[in-house]
């Protein structure tokens, strides 16, 4: 008797402990809050503040829900558990009318702490009014959030931030391949995130809610993905779709094509340093592009088709154009076979003063250890931001939002290799916007962003829609700054402001969603 009181007893115990794990929200917050002294996470759990600041003028009041909650698999067990943190305004009348943003940063691998604490929520890191860290670190109030048009919610995939795959029911993780099969693919990672988005919307009474999703970088071919999964799985559509600095979204660019677009990207950058001959020099920036993306699109493309046709003065005199135009030597272009990548041009523009320039934001300068080679040792802009950037949310999350563990946050995890095969994306977003008469586009991109490069951003535009039906449904805004143009204060007031009116130009108000013949 003994004995089956003892069994009794742990049976309970490992069923509360089961039922705990899988608590509603409100329930968990209670019960199953995060302990600094673990280093693990329940499995789902919430802590909720509340706070107010003062956004474009005005008071808005909100809360701040941080937490997890389980992605399951086919049997209903819980295979991982995402991060989340999610900010609601309270002063609405009408919850079902009032837009809700899902937010993706990218990497793969990436944590969604860059948009959330320097752009688009409701606090931003201290930082130079040009972007650059200052001491100490930290974040202040953002006076140009989006909080006051919308909700948002920074969505952490797995492995990211405070996100981790779980082991099965023996205390077994899945093997490396599992992993990969589930989590780590273009895919994979739609499929997963599209049923969290789910599960999400439910516990939040979101359904009537008009929906958008914003992703930087490789967060844009996520979210180009998850726009037509959302709607054939999930059923869920979507008025809006933001692609900040994007991706190649799956469309097909390489070769010349590739190589002309980065033209006019290194023009802007060579600009920006003062490098450009003098009749360039002298002109603002958003007059002198245009003619250089003429000049990539009308004469640098058709030389580089030519390949090794091209040769004697007409190789030459494209060599000159292509050194006018970039601020490097006309020998180091032919060196090149008149297309010198990327990573040679940021250890080349400065050589002669000993610096290099950042590849994500090429405002930022290095210092190498030796003037020769064809790439810099490091990228100046990323050793820049991580500096500020890791300890402002790990302070934030823990002494704001009173998210307290001993978990590490991924700034970077571990989600190699990634399977980059079957990548439709941008053939899928435009699928979801045929499918969709509310579904807009937005793109944002930097003018000095060498990774993503604006003029590849254009690109994406022109040909994601090769039906053209839908061209006033796309439109692209760009700005004076890099990768994360929100960094540069002048920039995280205008991209704010640009979706903000994206998002009021995208309400339906009240129109059926329905194609109409032209008269």
Known sequence: RHVMRKTLALITSLS???????????????????????????????????HSAKINGKKVSYTATVGTQPVWDEEGSPIASLFYTYYERQDVDKREARPIIYSFNGGPGSASVWMHIAYTGPKVLNLSDEGYPVQPYGVQDNPYSILDVADIVFINPVNTG????????????????????SFFGVNADIEYLAEWMNTFTSRKNRWQSPKYLIGESYGTTRVSGLALEL??????????????????????RDGPVKQANQLPYFAAAAWYHGVLPQELQEKDLLDMLPEVEAFALDNYLPALAKGAMLTGDAREKMAERIAYYSGISKQAVLDNNLAPSASFFWKELLREQNRTIGRLDSRYLGIDEKRSGDRPDYNAELTSWLHSFTPAINYYLREELKFVTDMKYNMFGPVRPWDRSDNNTGRQLRQAMAQNPYLNVLIQSGYFDGATNYFDAKYNMWHLDPSTQMSDRIEFKGYRSGHMMYLRRADLENANNDIRAFILKSDSKGQPAEYKLEK
């Open 16 to 50: 509360l402990l089961s039922y705990l794990l899988v608590l509603p929200p409100a329930i968990a917050q209670q019960q199953d809050a995060p302990k600094s002294n673990s280093r693990m996470l329940p499995v789902d759990t919430e802590v909720v503040t509340k």
């Open 162 to 181: 405070y996100s981790r795959v779980l082991p099965n029911e023996d205390g077994e993780m899945p093997s490396r391949d599992k992993q990969k099969e």
């Open 231 to 252: 709607q054939n799985s999930q059923w869920m559509y979507l008025n809006g779709v933001i692609l900040v600095s994007p991706t190649d979204i799956g469309l097909d």
